[in-house]
Nanobody, 127 residues
Framework: QVQLVESGGGLVQAGGSLRLSCAGS????????MGWFRQAPGKEREFVAA????????YYVDSVKGRFTISRDNAKNTVYLQMNSLKPEDTAVYYC????????????????????WGQGTQVTVSS
């Protein structure tokens, strides 16, 4: 069982930066790949980035490549999403999630593959 709590959201101007954090509880945090998703008003939840349980591989949706960086610190049970060069279209509620399968060999992007979710943190980018 993993419980997740996001923090770090807020209001920022276009071109600015934010760093989201997701703190996990439970001794098995380091066994799970972690993902970040986002949901804008009136839109479906969208995959943003994911990192393997070991931290050895990452994957990003094309729209954030080169601007966002996902990382994790297993000693702190925390995963991060560094967001730079933010755009108004990045405005959404951001959720972190833990993979349903421990020690999965590959990073997955489908929301149905994740079964532990945080409550979300709002990111608003003004133009």
């Amino acid at each position: 069982q993993v419980q997740l709590v996001e923090s770090g959201g807020g209001l920022v101007q276009a071109g600015g930066s934010l760093r989201l954090s997701c703190a996990g509880s439970g001794r098995t945090f380091s066994s799970y790949a972690m993902g970040w998703f986002r949901q804008a008003p009136g839109k479906e939840r969208e995959f943003v980035a994911a990192i393997k349980w070991s931290g050895s591989s990452t994957y990003y949706v094309d729209s954030v490549k080169g601007r966002f960086t996902i990382s994790r610190d297993n000693a702190k049970n925390t995963v991060y999403l560094q967001m730079n060069s933010l755009k108004p279209e990045d405005t959404a509620v951001y959720y972190c999630a833990a993979d349903a399968i421990i020690f999965r060999a590959m990073v997955v992007t489908g929301a149905e593959e994740y079964n532990y979710w945080g409550q979300g943190t709002q990111v608003t980018v003004s133009s």
